[in-house]
């Protein structure tokens, strides 16, 4: 079992080696699944753990995996595709260049939903879509877009939910168990590698998005995002956040007016 202090080791380790800070990530969530990746890789002992990741960069590649959440999926909680399309893509039609910032996208699929929701917009041509995460390989995925076509159903049931009228199997091609989504959707978006705890803003947008990623950073880390985020927002612009996750006992909070009950705000202050 990884004791508290070896948790500490650790994450002083990874900072001093490959500069990634865990710090202030949600301990106990952190706790259980470096726990975990330690008992699935059925390491003897905690120093063989701790040497491996220090000496190995493929397997901090694996640790990065592995610690960070990538589970999502296509037009996930569909209320709230509902709620851009009827409310906040009518606005972002008003700009001449639409800057879009999907926050920890992990693989992608958000990234792809909202491609696909200013498409049929009419939006897409003016569109660019800035998708970021700390893990590389997760990136990669996501550049490719090409997902399991398994995963199509849940994906085309939630497309659906969400107000979409079209065949969703439109925007992609089967090819024996994968599906390849459109290139005419790739091309409007920009993938690299940025780390939320210390990383700066790198644009101004009029959206962004960054849902179900706070939950697993503690409140000073949850305050000091919020307010990159408010720094990388134009006056106006809609941020997006996770159902469980909210601006009211933040400091940027006074800034901002809810839009709908879909957790998205406007920037307004």
Not at 76 to 97: G, I, K, M, S
């Amino acid at each position: 079992m990884i004791k508290d202090a070896e948790l500490d080791i650790l994450l002083n380790d990874l900072l001093e080696t490959y500069g990634y800070d865990f710090t202030e990530y949600a301990r106990a969530s952190l706790k259980r699944r470096v726990q975990r990746l330690f008992t699935l890789d059925r390491f003897p002992s905690f120093a063989e753990f701790r040497y491996r990741l220090r000496s190995e960069p493929e397997y901090f590649r694996r640790f990065v995996e592995e610690i960070t959440v990538n589970v999502t999926e296509m037009f996930r909680d569909p209320a709230f595709y509902e709620a851009l399309r009827t409310n906040v893509l009518n606005v972002l039609a008003t700009y001449p260049l639409i800057r879009i910032w999907h926050a920890g996208c992990a693989t992608g699929e958000e990234v792809y939903s909202m491609a696909i929701l200013l498409k049929e917009a009419g939006l897409l041509h003016k569109s660019l879509l800035y998708a970021t995460d700390l893990n590389p390989d997760a990136l990669e995925y996501a550049r490719k877009g090409i997902y399991p076509l398994a995963h199509m159903k849940i994906h085309s049931e939630n497309y659906v939910l969400s107000g979409g009228r079209a065949d969703f199997s439109s925007y992609y091609t089967a090819r024996y168990d994968h599906a390849r989504f459109d290139r005419e959707l790739t091309s409007k978006m920009i993938f690299a590698t940025h780390n939320l705890v210390h990383d700066r803003s790198f644009n101004e947008f009029q959206l962004i998005l960054c849902r179900n990623v706070m939950i697993y950073f503690e409140k000073p880390l949850q305050d000091r995002v919020l307010q990159l985020f408010d720094n990388s927002l134009e006056p106006l612009g809609f941020l997006c956040l996770g159902s469980k996750e909210n601006l009211r006992f933040s400091a940027v909070a006074r800034h901002y007016t809810p839009w709908t009950k879909e957790k998205i705000w406007r920037k307004t202050g």
